[in-house]
């Protein structure tokens, strides 16, 4: 069945910006997800034998299509979330094409066979071989937040190590997916290779059943769903789940890029990324200077309908039920005595936006320090020291970033050492999103596995160990049957010559 013929009802994309309707997609069920899994796998064996470089060609391609379309990638991504001109041409456009030029120059080097000989003493001389072969269909299930660069972004190595992809975009935002499957097909992508199930819950749930590996980044809440169905049909896995990340900056940091640090990775995106900065905790010493610059920088901030370049920095909150999720936190977090330093509203009008906020005299009591807010908010928290700044960032469910300003870089590094999350930047934020060697994943609650690096690719394949012993050996080795008293008893001397030291 083509995804046109699916089944009703469709969904209603519309602009958070201004509530009008952009497009109406299908709701694919079960039946509509299967038939687009058997065309995955039927295609995707070709797709692997074209090997390394027959695939980088075609990604190089699609790398070179998004640059050429720019204005129109960005111009759908835009429509459908609401955010920024600028939010989607270096989070989205630039992590994508980079993310494409880096899969497809190293995908062979982080897959290639791994040939060693053996040395432990009883198996002496076998050689061994490691190689890692596409899963098949990899299912790819994103979030509304970043529409192309969670989306397709982790569909890149997983076409590149030869596996077809199917992904459920959000609900909320699924055009961008269909752009991309359009451009994949022009840039020589074969059919079946790279499929969108648009649709809800429902849709994610019935991509669970017919993949063989599931890449899942959404909210913690979604993700134990996820695990729950995977671990039902043993399906591998990863999650790459919801943020709490905090920036600490302490005495001696230099204040005015930390407190440009804390407003741009704060709100960007309107705040809506798993990597953004949720809190602050600044030395008391430091506080009021860094707090005053931090007021002074998120009041500058223009937040509304972007409507192209430069326009405003700050722009809507895509989801409905985030942007009452954000009144909440704020609600509990006066109630509970909290003050907003700015901002503090949903602004009144046509579309969802909400105005950037920096609340203070917070604590651990609060929700909004506590629960992703996933919103324009940064609550500023002062604390003694380096001690309590390290055990309020690890006082919390989750675990996936955060980052640190401290007098000299090795100190920073000292104290991002003792911190229980994914990735830690120093004199940053969030940069370490974009280094795609490295692994990026959360600790605790913000998720199972990582993307990037070898292991953000080998998590595509399965392993497969081959042990080659020498074509001349004995023809019965004194471990084969029958046992006797003289085999056990030369089988020990062995074990005490080797190992008994
Ligand atoms: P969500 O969990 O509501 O939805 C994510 C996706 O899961 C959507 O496509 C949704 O339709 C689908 N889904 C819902 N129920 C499902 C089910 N039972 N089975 C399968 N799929 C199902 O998340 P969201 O609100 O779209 O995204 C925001 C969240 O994503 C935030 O918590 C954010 O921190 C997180 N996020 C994490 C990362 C990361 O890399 N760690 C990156 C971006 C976003």
Known sequence: MAPSEAVAPAIEVRSPADGRLIATVPSLDATAVAALAARGREAQPAWAGLGFEGRAKVLSAMQRWLLENAERVIETIASETGKTYEDAQLLELGYTVSALSFWSRRAAGYLADRRSVVRAPLLAGRRVITRHSPRGLVGVIGPWNYPLLNSFGDAIPALMAGNSVLLKPSELTPLTSLLVAEALRE???PEGVFAV?????????????VVDFVMFTGSTATGRRVAAAAAASLTPFALELGGKDALIVLEGAPLERAANVAAYYGMINAGQSCVSIERVYAQASIYDELLEKIVAKVTALRVGAPAGPASVEVGAITSAAQLELIEAHIADALAKGARVAVGGHRRPGEGRFFEPTVLVDVDHGMRCMMEETFGPTLPVMA???????VALVNDSPLGLGAAVFAADS?????IARRLDVGAVCVNDAAVNYFVLQAPMG?????GIGVRHGAEGIRKYCSSQTIVI???????????FYPYTRGSAKLVRRLLNTLYRR
């Open 187 to 189: 840039c020589g992508l």
């Open 383 to 389: 604390v003694a020291d380096a001690d309590e700044a």
């Open 442 to 446: 959360g600790h605790k609650q913000s």
């Open 410 to 414: 090795e100190r920073g590094e000292a």
């Open 469 to 479: 012993s020498p074509r001349l050996m004995l023809r019965r080795e004194p471990q």
């Open 197 to 209: 199930a648009t649709g809800a819950g429902e849709t994610g749930a019935a991509l669970i059943a």
